[in-house]
């Protein structure tokens, strides 16, 4: 039998062939150079696959969105945008690689849609530029680098609920978080905010591997917790859910902000408890919004669902949040790969979005605990403003 | 709520599933001499296969039913078409083809079933049993029952039918049996098929409880391989050693807190390994 392994390195060298190709090559190049010129490249990491999917995905979309309605409208200073994305599967090195690989793709920004690790391994890597934006509450970026963060942050987030709990005259909470630095950040800010609100914590962790939180439940439920909040982010988070089904409980349970989407609802559709609240920016509940923040937000929703056909939900408008800061750092910055002029601009200049963003020289988080709500799901599947806890349930699921 | 109490549930609830899931690894590892390291995967594709198929509007009685003939094909192919054709094979490179098995399925079920956790409806709802200040779900309280019942027939039918004794006898010396008129081959897919049996009736009872994703195979059969190398790859130690290994492992979460599970969990078995291995060390014989 004739033997065929490696039988291609013996072709024949044609050098008609190759002249033709490196002409293409050399006719093609000046072009794409000038195609390359008549765009910005914006550099997206979003994981799409892996533990926090739900989370990446959906960001992904709107990004993609965004990119699609600023393109058909002529581009941004007659430039178009395109998004180069990068899948980093919420793993720290993958994130080092996605970056390094649009590093040199030479993108004008960088949105990071991923989680903490990930993200903050990320972070050395722009100490010079390009500026990158970030949803993620947990990173709280020095004012001196180029990172900005465009939602509330974890202690904002947590700040919200210890006033809901003192507005419903709560003085316990019993809290789970997962061991990663997601988990960390979560347990930190709730050891800051909760003792100096007068409310007593016990915590319990959850392995990001285990689908089973029946034992950390328990020990909190055995200190007679009336609420539990779950800081666990993604899909994983869902066995939180099932424990605390699978153990009959009955305290309202207070989710996590990633998890504000339909994504996290259509997973735990089976074990909904009778109380699901969750940490949200405003406009979650366009009713507690002011007239022109409404106005925006309804423009995007309008124009998100024509497209995509599907409901928007937090995790949208947090991507919605980078999308915007990216569209005026590329419309107002006369060299927006000058990072340090992009970063003079943006202390200088709020951002209208869904809520406004404001960064300052003193500060690179966009947003505060006045821009959050704590919500509560209710039987149409979407969130509204939460009543307080002993007023029962509001949605009536 | 009493924390005692509710981490002897728990362990209880992982306990069944380990020594079910555990058994099965024994029944192959026992007629084929090979550590079979897909057979975690047989656990996920039942799992899948049923969130799936009640997704699409299947009864979840058929699609149950469709989840441990998808367990059992998963077993029943690594031995067809994996182990049988390769006897000539050494077994640690037999067993590292089983674990690349295990990562091709892991890949499948990705593109099959995406990336998200899945799970089903339970056989029993309604509220939890309350005793002794702990909780458990109705349908946690079937898993640990079923799952002692199936293990103990199990163990009874391979020590006491003609055809468990055969199973045995072509484990302990294949040549022998196949002389004395023993369909060696026929017994060997059956064992596969009963291991992958096992591995689906855990995850049709205990999915509904927590949930799975695509990527829960391996750490279910690292956790089958703990317990059945602590019983000595004993079917009936087995039982003993996974509800051990479930209250263990919800002991240490409970008590010590889920970050030192895993330094925790391994420092233990390591000693217990080395422990069961003195036998090696110190020139006794093989026991491990």
């Known amino acids: 039998m004739k033997h065929r392994i490696g039988s291609s390195l013996h072709h024949p060298f044609r050098p008609r062939a190759a002249t033709l190709a490196l002409a293409c090559a050399l006719a093609a190049g000046p072009a794409l150079a000038q195609a390359q010129q008549n765009e910005y490249r914006i550099g997206v990491i979003a994981p799409t696959t892996g533990p926090v999917a739900t989370v990446g995905q959906r960001q992904l979309t709107t990004l993609q969105w965004w990119e699609k309605s600023v393109n058909e409208s002529g581009g941004i200073q007659g430039r178009k945008i395109r998004l180069i994305h990068c899948n980093d599967e919420a793993n720290p090195e993958r994130a080092v690689t996605c970056a390094r690989d649009l590093l040199a793709q030479k993108v004008v920004l960088l949105l990071n849609s991923s989680v903490t690790g990930p993200i903050r391994a990320v972070m050395p890597l722009v100490e010079k530029g390009p500026v990158m934006l970030t949803p993620s509450p947990n990173i709280i970026p020095a004012p001196s680098t180029f990172v900005f963060q465009v939602s509330p942050s974890d202690v904002h987030m947590t700040q919200a609920i210890a006033n809901y709990l003192k507005r419903s005259n709560v003085t316990k909470l019993g809290m789970v978080a997962a061991t990663d630095a997601s988990g960390e950040v979560g347990i930190a800010s709730a050891q800051e905010v909760f003792p100096k609100n007068g409310i007593a914590l016990t915590t319990a962790r959850i392995d990001l591997r285990a689908t089973d939180a029946s034992t950390q439940l328990a020990k909190l439920a055995s200190a007679d917790v009336p609420v539990l909040y779950s800081s666990y982010s993604g899909g994983a988070a869902s066995s939180v859910i099932k424990s605390y089904n699978n153990l009959g409980l009955t305290q309202p349970l207070i989710i996590s902000y990633a998890n504000i989407s339909d994504a996290f609802v259509a997973l735990i559709k089976n074990d909904l408890p009778d109380r699901l609240l969750g940490t949200a920016v405003r406009a979650v509940d366009p009713a507690l919004l002011d007239a022109r923040e409404r106005q925006r937000t309804e423009a995007f929703t309008k124009g998100y669902q024509a497209w995509r056909k599907e409901r928007i939900d937090q995790l949208n408008l947090i991507a919605l949040g980078m999308a915007d800061v990216a569209s005026a750092v590329l419309r107002d910055v006369a060299d927006p790969t000058d990072a340090g002029a992009v970063r003079e601009y943006l202390h200088k200049t709020p951002v209208e979005s869904f809520q406004t963003i404001r960064f300052s020289p003193q500060s690179h988080v966009g947003m505060n605990a006045d821009d959050v709500a704590i919500v509560e799901l209710t039987k149409d599947g979407s969130w509204v403003a939460a009543k307080p806890v002993a007023t029962g349930n509001r949605a009536g699921r | ?288």
């Open chain 2, 1 to 288: 709520m009493n924390l005692l109490t509710q981490t002897i549930y728990s362990g209880l609830m992982s306990g069944g599933v380990y020594a079910l899931v555990g058994i099965g690894l024994v029944l192959a590892y026992r007629t084929s001499r090979v550590l079979n390291l897909t057979h975690g995967e047989s656990y996920v594709a039942a799992a899948l296969t049923c969130a799936l198929l009640t997704e699409k509007g299947v009864p979840l009685w058929a699609s149950m039913l469709a989840g441990l003939l998808a367990a059992m094909a998963v077993a029943v192919a690594v031995e067809r078409l994996l182990l049988r054709p390769r006897t000539s094979w050494p077994i640690p490179s037999l067993i590292l083809l089983t674990l690349a098995a295990a990562f091709v399925a892991k890949g499948v079920f990705l593109l099959v079933a995406g990336v998200d956790p899945l799970s089903f409806e339970r056989l029993l709802s309604g509220r939890p049993i309350r005793f002794a200040g702990g909780a458990m779900p109705r349908q946690g309280a079937l898993l640990i029952g079923v799952g002692l019942a199936t293990a103990v027939a199990l163990t009874l039918f391979l020590a006491h039918t003609p055809i468990g004794r055969r199973l045995r006898a072509s484990a302990e010396n294949p040549d022998a049996a196949q002389l004395m008129g023993v369909n060696v081959p026929m017994l060997r897919t059956l064992a596969f098929a009963l291991s992958g049996a096992l591995a689906g009736l855990a995850a049709l009872l205990l999915v509904p409880l927590v949930a799975v994703d695509f990527q829960a195979g391996l750490g279910m059969t690292m956790r089958a391989f703990i317990a059945a190398a602590l019983a000595g790859m004993s079917p009936f130690l087995t039982i003993l050693t996974g509800f051990g290994l479930g209250l263990f492992e919800a002991a240490v979460t409970g008590y010590a807190g889920a970050l030192a599970q895993d330094p925790v969990v391994f420092a233990v078995l390591i000693a217990l390994a080395l422990w069961q291995s003195r036998g090696i060390r110190f020139g006794g014989s093989a026991r491990a």
